[in-house]
C-alpha cells in the first residue's frame, strides 16, 4: 500500500520560511520505480499548479513565481522530498500537495496548508 505523509506546513508572516516534506512508503518494487517526486500547489478558485519537481536523476524544474526563492531536494535513502520555501509571500499561500510518480502510479498526498500573512 503506497502512503504519502506530508508535514510542515503552517502560518508565517510575509518574508518568512517554511519546510515541507513528504516521505512515500510502500512496497520494495514501488520505491524502485518512483520517478520523479514532486510538488504542486492550490489556492482558492485556482487550478493546482506545479511548483516544483525532482527527477530520478536529480534534475529539477521550477515555477516561474518560486525560482530563486524555493528549493526541492531529495533523500533517496528515505524515499522523502522537501521543499524549503524562503521570502514567502502572500500570494504563496495554497495547500500544497506532494505528488509522485512511479512506474504505472501517479500518487498525491493529503496536502498541508501554507498561510503567508501580509
Known amino acids: 500500500q503506497v502512503q504519502l505523509v506530508e508535514s510542515g506546513g503552517g502560518l508565517v508572516q510575509a518574508g518568512g520560511s517554511l519546510r515541507l516534506s513528504c516521505a512515500a512508503s510502500g512496497s520494495i518494487v514501488y520505491i524502485n520505480s518512483i520517478n520523479s517526486m514532486g510538488w504542486y500547489r492550490q489556492a482558492p478558485g485556482k487550478q493546482r499548479e506545479l511548483v516544483a519537481r525532482?527527477?530520478?536523476?536529480?534534475?529539477?524544474n521550477y515555477a516561474d513565481s518560486v525560482r530563486g526563492r524555493f528549493t526541492i531536494s531529495r533523500d533517496y535513502a528515505k524515499n522523502t522530498v522537501y521543499l524549503q520555501m524562503n521570502s514567502l509571500k502572500p500570494e504563496d499561500t495554497a495547500v500544497y500537495y506532494c505528488n509522485v510518480v512511479a512506474w504505472a502510479r501517479n500518487d498525491w498526498g493529503q496536502g498541508t496548508q501554507v498561510t503567508v500573512s501580509s
Open positions: 525532482v527527477s530520478s536523476d536529480g534534475s529539477t
